[in-house]
């Protein structure tokens, strides 16, 4: 039985995608629903998995044995707005809980995959290296990126790390995030403003170095992120703290380009000015560096930017199927 926390959420649930493509529906979701208006539940329709636990009962019927035997856990479950104010409680959330989820799962020797973040990487000054020695020359700019910093830190110093693999998404985009709201990708954002208004805003750049639009990110499609999760599952050997991007930075321009091809349109761009409270926040430019999942043995190649976006856009946002299911290849 393997176990997701986070399951209904974007990446929790697109693995659970991905498992059911393999023929795997003994799976364990863990997650908080909220109303019905989050639309949250979507996610889990059409898929196949075996029981439904709230988070908050999660680490309780761990201990008390109540719950199937467990051969993995992936726990994508956390709080991943990068605006979150409440600093307490991101620490419950992405650094207490974890450390429980993580101390049982070494305590069985239970496989453990977690999410750690990009956002550990602050302004980039330091590279963007996912080498285990240089994690403490890290310097987050917001709390998000923080608590998951704190959390691969502990992982490391504990000796964590070595029975279990920490991930550093980039920028991901794809199905299934629609209930994100604010912390959706750009990707969703445009094909919404473009079925709205027929064009798409972009923050102007506030740096001499960087033309509008031209601010860079490392944009992985959904389907690559759950292709390494299930690789990993299949290696239990694998540990460490793996950079899972592309390892080539495209600007928001090619992203919204492409969303813009999807649809057969010609791209209509605006800028505006970023707010004053992200500008010292803000990361012009992200590259994962994926040479040591590379050197592991992982071979597939990434899908383009171009693609991904196009198969999302026409199969999943512009198609009466908007989210994962079983049917979906």
């Known amino acids: 039985m393997i176990l997701i926390t986070g399951g209904a959420g974007f990446i929790g649930s697109a693995m659970l995608w991905e498992l059911n493509r393999h023929g795997m ?35 309780s019927g761990l201990d008390g044995n109540q719950l199937p035997e467990i051969s993995a856990v992936v726990h994508m479950g956390a709080i991943s707005a990068t605006t979150e104010t409440d600093a307490d409680l991101l620490m419950a959330n992405n650094f207490n809980y974890s450390q429980k989820l993580a101390l049982f799962c070494a305590s069985r020797n239970i496989r453990f995959i977690y999410a750690s973040s990009a956002a550990t990487y602050g302004s980039g000054c330091n590279g963007y290296n996912d080498e285990e020695e240089s994690m403490k ?23 964590i790390l070595k029975k279990s693999a920490g991930l550093k998404f980039f920028n991901v985009f794809g199905p299934n995030e629609y209930h994100k709201d604010d912390m959706s990708s750009v990707v969703f954002k445009a094909f919404r403003q473009i079925k709205k208004s027929g064009s798409v805003q972009l923050f102007e750049s506030h740096r001499d170095d960087f033309r509008d639009g031209e601010q860079m990110r490392d944009f992985i499609y ?16 694998i540990n460490g703290i793996f950079n899972v991007g592309t390892g080539q930075a495209r600007s928001f321009n090619d992203l919204v380009a492409a969303t813009f091809s999807a649809l057969d349109l010609e791209p209509q761009i605006r800028y505006i000015p970023m707010p004053e409270t992200l500008r010292d926040k803000y990361q012009y430019f992200t590259q994962a560096d994926m040479s040591k999942l590379r050197s592991y043995g992982y071979t597939r190649p990434m899908t383009s930017l171009e693609d991904g976006v196009n198969d999302y856009v026409s199969n999943y946002l512009d198609s009466p199927v908007s989210h994962f299911d079983n049917d979906t290849g």
């Open 137 to 159: 020359q890290l310097r987050p700019l917001n709390m998000y990126g923080y608590s998951k910093q704190l959390f691969d830190l502990w992982a490391l110093r504990t000796g």
């Open 25 to 59: 529906d003994k799976v364990i979701i863990a997650d908080d629903l909220g109303s019905t208006t989050t639309g949250k539940w979507k996610n889990l329709s059409g898929l196949s998995f075996s029981d439904f636990i709230h988070k908050d009962d999660l680490l």
């Open 222 to 237: 959904i389907k690559d992120c759950t292709t390494i999760m299930h690789w990993l599952l299949e290696n239990p050997s």
